[in-house]
């Protein structure tokens, strides 16, 4: 069994400073973990990946997260804050079978990230 | 390469009616995932399936739902005599058969 859990519904930051996104998971298999980032009205989009190589990941627009398994932890940072990363954030884990084949992807229930001036 | 294709974007229905949701994955990609977002909440998933086959429906409603993925064609998520509670996006993703999966837009599907 897995499960995510995103620890706030709501995040709001100014612009040009720092983003923390928390994510903690749980996974009786060796877990990939993903984030996704969904603008209004719009598809998911994935935002970075963690599939056991490197522990910090680094992802498009600026964002990282960094796989921490001793606290079950994956989460999401950006250094700068910008207004157009104003979205939904999931955090995802796969894995309930074997390590690096396909499975389901269990979804956090999503953060949603303000920015503001 | 095209990306995930889901169609139509938008699809209105009357209570009652059948709803066909379309998904073509993209090239290369053998497995599909379908999942249902309620407003304001989170993805949850509903069926995965590989080439002719259903390899997880554990999040399926037992009634009324139903997924395909022909050998050629679209993966097709079907909902017979639709009710308002169906009304939700529904996202299809696909994978090369790894972990990382890519979504498609979304079909949005209301029922009046």
């Known amino acids: 069994a897995q499960s995510v859990t995103q620890l706030d519904s709501h995040v709001s930051v100014s612009e040009g400073t720092p983003v923390l996104l928390r994510c903690n998971y749980s996974?009786?298999?060796?877990?990939?973990l993903f984030w996704y980032v969904q603008h209004p009205n719009k598809g998911l989009q994935l935002l970075l990946k963690?599939?056991?190589?490197?522990?910090l990941v680094k992802g498009i627009n600026g964002f990282e997260a960094e796989f921490k398994k001793s606290e079950t932890s994956f989460h999401l940072t950006k250094p700068s804050a910008h207004m157009s990363d104003a979205a939904e954030y999931f955090c995802?884990?796969?894995?309930?079978?074997?390590?690096?084949?396909?499975?389901?992807?269990?979804f956090g229930t999503g953060t949603r990230l303000q920015v503001t001036l | 390469n095209a990306g995930v294709m889901q169609n139509p974007r938008h699809l209105v229905r009357r209570r009652g009616q059948e709803a066909r949701l379309r998904c073509s994955p993209m090239?290369?990609?053998?497995?599909v995932y379908w999942y249902r977002q309620l407003p304001e909440e989170g993805l949850k998933f509903m069926v995965y399936?590989?080439?002719?086959?259903?390899?997880?429906e554990s999040g399926m409603p037992k009634e009324r739902f139903s997924a395909e993925f022909p050998k050629e064609g679209p993966s097709i998520l079907r909902i017979q005599q639709v009710v308002r509670g169906d009304s939700a996006a529904y996202f299809c993703?696909?994978?090369?058969?790894?972990?990382?999966?890519?979504f498609g837009q979304g079909t949005r599907l209301t029922v009046v």
């Open positions: 993703a696909s994978s090369s058969g790894v972990p990382e999966a890519f």
């Open positions: 996974s009786s298999y060796s877990p990939s």
């Open positions: 963690y599939t056991s190589a490197a522990t």
């Open positions: 995802v884990v796969s894995g309930g079978g074997l390590t690096g084949t396909a499975s389901k992807l269990t």
């Open positions: 090239k290369g990609h053998s497995h």
């Open positions: 399936l590989q080439k002719e086959n259903i390899i997880d």
